[in-house]
């Protein structure tokens, strides 16, 4: 779990708060993902990062934003959520090249409660 | 369209009995197949992966799956269940058709150890 680090490892935040979660990899990957887990529901792909520039945008609302300043970091700003969006939030990296697809690696989340 | 079905929400099991969660998979391509397995409160961790190589793939913690194309299936299997093995266990499909390395997970399945 080392290779891939979020913070803060837990966040409740009211409706109207702007947030971010921050996801770093020491793995040396060129892709980096955002997932959404909510109980009983598959991981929900969220965003893809591939090389930093997004590649996937799985119609995530607006108020969820990314940001993907280099390969190591990833980002994810929230603002006006909505108690729905309460979840884990995973972020993974991988490393993208011929021959592939390559295994994910995860972080081990945020968890995310929205008041 | 690629998509992965694990066929018990939860499985129980005795410790030291044999482990079987189940997992059918459907993909246009010659897929690529991971099992993953995920601690309360923490990320998911990659226990083996499928890549065309090998049927019969070997994992750690003595997990092994087994790829069956006449059958779409990818079964999770151990002789010998562990406390320690308890866990959510996800399996998930990729295919080398996709852009952004993109991974269709499972539902998921709660394995029980009883003592």
């Known amino acids: 779990e080392t290779g891939v680090t979020q913070t803060p490892r837990h966040l409740v935040m009211g409706m109207t708060n702007k947030k971010s979660l921050k996801c770093e990899q020491h793995?040396?990957?060129?892709?980096m993902y955002w997932y959404k887990q909510s109980a009983k529901k598959p991981l929900e792909l969220m965003f893809v990062y591939s090389l930093e520039e997004r590649v996937e945008n799985n119609s995530v609302p607006s108020r969820f934003s990314p940001e993907c300043p280099n390969s190591s970091h990833l980002f994810l700003h929230l603002h006006t959520l909505q108690p729905e969006d309460s979840a884990l939030y995973l972020c993974a990296s991988s490393q993208e090249m011929a021959g592939g697809p390559y295994e994910q690696y995860f972080g081990p989340g945020t968890r995310l409660t929205v008041t | 369209a690629q998509s992965v079905t694990q066929l018990d929400s939860h499985v129980s099991v005795s410790e030291g009995t044999p482990v079987l969660l189940r997992c059918n998979y459907s993909?246009?391509?010659?897929?690529?197949l991971f099992w993953y397995v995920q601690h309360p409160n923490k990320g998911l961790q990659l226990l083996l992966k499928y890549t065309s190589a090998a049927t019969l793939v070997k994992g750690i913690n003595g997990f092994e799956a087994e790829f069956k194309k006449s059958e779409t299936s990818f079964h999770l299997t151990k002789p010998s269940a562990h406390m320690s093995d308890a866990a959510e266990y996800f399996c998930v499909v990729s295919d080398s058709s996709n852009t952004g390395n993109q991974f269709y997970f499972g539902t998921g399945t709660s394995l029980t150890v009883i003592p």
């Open positions: 993909s246009s391509y010659s897929p690529s």
């Open positions: 793995l040396g990957h060129n892709a």
